[in-house]
């Protein structure tokens, strides 16, 4: 059963496993405010869901164990897409500018996910909720943004408690 326990540091990677990942999470990592799912048409393409979970770290706190079949999408330049090239999976998505990386919570070892999974997986952050599908994903509690929740354009669409 997970925990509220917060993690030191987690391992995940993709489904054939030729990516796999090591996670060491600062000591003043905001578990209560990195994790996002978003709702974007090409998260929800490039990933196969309806939306996609995923939590935000410092670039310096992933370290790749193997990578050799990484490659980065761009759907949009300047953002790049982490996917492997053998078993398609989604593994993260970045601001290539950015120091910052948002992985798949997906990716996520299953022994983490099971011990820590509120902490890993809970989100109270939606992006890009203008593009939500009526009746099927606009019952996500917390605060919803009609695009990004950063930067220029940032629009707060609702907020709500679970």
């Excluded at 410092?58 to 164990?65: G, H, K």
């Excluded at 300047?78 to 999976?89: E, H, L, P, Q, V």
């Excluded at 992006?127 to 606009?138: A, F, K, N, S, Y």
């Excluded at 990004?148 to 679970?162: M, R, T, V, Y």
């Amino acid at each position: 059963m997970a925990s509220h326990a917060k993690p030191e540091s987690i391992e995940g990677g993709c489904l054939c496993g030729s990516i796999r990942y090591t996670v060491n999470f600062p000591r003043d990592h905001d578990f209560d405010n990195a994790v996002t799912t978003c709702q974007c048409e090409q998260c929800r393409k490039g990933t196969g869901v309806l939306f996609l979970r995923a939590h935000k770290v410092p670039m310096s706190a992933v370290t790749f164990q193997s990578q050799s079949t990484l490659k980065n999408y761009h759907a949009t330049p300047g953002y790049a897409r982490g996917i492997c090239t053998n078993c398609g999976s989604f593994l993260s998505w970045r601001e290539e500018d950015s120091e910052f990386i948002s992985l798949a919570v997906g990716c996520f070892d299953n022994k983490y996910l099971t011990k820590y999974g509120r902490v890993l997986a809970a989100s109270q952050k939606h992006v890009w909720c203008g593009e939500e599908i009526p009746g099927v994903t606009d019952h996500l509690q917390g605060n919803k943004w009609r695009h990004d929740n950063e930067g220029e354009g940032a629009e707060l669409l609702s907020s709500s408690k679970p």
